[in-house]
């Protein structure tokens, strides 16, 4: 169930608690069943029970893959119900700590922006362009919410277009374009008498939905199955049927990256990789009531590790680090 269904349609309380008690049986996937938790009880209107769950995220003992976003959640979360110093503090942490991922950025952004703190939202937005899109790089599509969140902004305050704000018309696909979609003045036609008008107001906020509706119906991934080398000599000590498969670790990663290939070439979308652990595929393999030894076993964990979130996009952005996990960039990698 996806967090942003209506509620009239689902029972946000009772999927906050399904996505607890899943979390509680895969630990590897905690985090973003939590995050997902934690929307729904937003939706529910019991946002004392989000925090509470945030600040569980925040105090677990293994660590978070990305802490900044889940203090930028729980601070948008703390001011809507009126824990406005708290939230202030927090976002502030964020924005000294400078994080990498877009994400943090965004959400922080606009929860100034929608308390009305648009200069202080411009301000935050502007920060993430500079950390986050340095010199001539092509913006990767993590980067364009900042870079539309930044323009809209701007434009509510009057200010002229800069670099930025043209390289976000440029990046924005929808039929009506940012600077019709980011017009003060649509929020007055709302409120007008004139049919024509609502007319047009209806039309634009239809392309803004089915562009926002776009973007969250994307299936997840194909994914290939990534066995880093410790995980692979562990696996194949444990389990040597599986040698067939994986005859070297080298192999393998050649194998993983001439399978995308392939699968690209054929006109396949939206690929990706999961990385396997040892414990995780043996949970994987009881729960299908299969044993670990059966090869065929192999692409359902991946499909099921893609499915729980768990991949990442492949080819990598430009000058991003190999999905092998070296330290060398992809292009000097496996994608050279």
Same mark, same amino acid.
């Given at each position: $169930?996806?967090?942003?269904?209506? %509620?009239?349609?689902?029972?946000?309380?009772?999927?906050?608690?399904?996505?607890?008690?899943?979390?509680?049986?895969?630990?590897?996937?905690?985090?973003?069943?939590?995050?997902?938790? %934690?929307?729904?009880? #937003?939706?529910?209107?019991? @946002? !004392?029970?989000?925090? &509470?769950?945030?600040? @569980?995220?925040?105090?677990?003992?293994?660590?978070?893959?990305? !802490?900044?976003?889940?203090?930028?959640?729980?601070?948008?979360?703390?001011?809507?119900?009126?824990?406005?110093? =708290?939230?202030?503090?927090?976002?502030?942490?964020?924005?000294?700590?400078?994080?990498?991922?877009?994400?943090?950025?965004? *959400? +922080?952004?606009?929860?100034?922006?929608?308390?009305?703190?648009?200069?202080?939202?411009?301000?935050?937005?502007?920060?993430?362009?500079?950390?986050?899109? !340095?010199?001539?790089?092509?913006?990767?599509?993590?980067?364009?919410?900042?870079?539309?969140?930044?323009?809209? +902004?701007?434009? $509510?305050?009057?200010?002229?277009?800069?670099?930025?704000?043209?390289?976000?018309?440029?990046?924005? /696909?929808?039929?009506?374009?940012?600077?019709?979609?980011?017009?003060?003045?649509?929020?007055?036609?709302?409120?007008?008498?004139? !049919?024509?008008?609502? =007319?047009?107001? *209806?039309?634009?906020?239809?392309?803004?939905?089915?562009?926002?509706?776009?973007?969250?119906?994307?299936?997840?991934?194909?994914?290939?199955?990534?066995?880093?080398?410790?995980?692979?000599?562990?696996?194949?000590?444990?389990?040597?049927?599986?040698?067939?498969?994986?005859?070297?670790?080298?192999?393998?990663?050649?194998? *993983?990256?001439?399978?995308?290939? =392939?699968?690209?070439?054929?006109? &396949?979308?939206?690929?990706? *990789? +999961?990385?396997?652990? +040892?414990?995780?595929?043996?949970?994987?393999?009881?729960? #299908?009531?299969?044993?670990?030894?059966?090869?065929?076993?192999?692409?359902?964990?991946?499909?099921?590790?893609?499915? @729980?979130? @768990?991949?990442?996009?492949?080819?990598?952005?430009?000058?991003? =680090?190999?999905?092998?996990?070296? /330290?060398?960039?992809?292009?000097?990698?496996?994608?050279?």
């Amino acid at each position: $169930m996806r967090p942003d269904t209506p %509620a009239e349609n689902v029972d946000h309380t009772a999927e906050a608690a399904r996505l607890e008690r899943t979390a509680g049986l895969y630990p590897e996937d905690a985090e973003t069943l939590l995050l997902r938790a %934690a929307a729904h009880l #937003e939706l529910s209107g019991d @946002r !004392p029970a989000a925090t &509470t769950v945030y600040d @569980r995220l925040l105090s677990s003992a293994g660590g978070l893959d990305d !802490p900044h976003l889940v203090r930028a959640l729980k601070a948008s979360n703390l001011w809507e119900y009126g824990h406005e110093a =708290e939230a202030r503090a927090i976002i502030e942490g964020i924005r000294t700590t400078a994080p990498r991922d877009p994400a943090p950025w965004v *959400i +922080v952004a606009e929860a100034l922006e929608s308390h009305d703190e648009l200069e202080a939202a411009a301000q935050t937005f502007t920060e993430a362009a500079n950390l986050l899109l !340095p010199g001539s790089t092509e913006p990767s599509p993590a980067t364009h919410p900042v870079l539309y969140g930044r323009h809209r +902004v701007r434009r $509510m305050l009057g200010l002229p277009h800069d670099d930025w704000d043209t390289l976000a018309d440029t990046l924005h /696909t929808s039929p009506v374009s940012l600077d019709e979609l980011h017009d003060p003045k649509r929020v007055w036609s709302l409120g007008s008498d004139n !049919p024509a008008e609502l =007319e047009a107001e *209806i039309s634009r906020l239809r392309a803004e939905l089915g562009a926002y509706r776009e973007a969250l119906s994307r299936p997840f991934p194909v994914a290939v199955l990534h066995w880093p080398a410790p995980e692979l000599t562990e696996l194949l000590s444990t389990y040597p049927t599986l040698t067939s498969e994986y005859p070297s670790h080298e192999a393998h990663l050649s194998t *993983i990256e001439s399978s995308l290939r =392939e699968l690209s070439a054929s006109g &396949t979308p939206n690929l990706g *990789i +999961v990385t396997g652990t +040892v414990p995780s595929y043996e949970a994987f393999a009881a729960s #299908e009531g299969t044993s670990p030894h059966d090869a065929t076993l192999l692409p359902q964990y991946a499909t099921t590790l893609a499915a @729980r979130g @768990r991949a990442v996009a492949w080819p990598p952005q430009r000058g991003a =680090e190999c999905w092998c996990g070296s /330290t060398q960039g992809y292009d000097a990698c496996h994608g050279s």
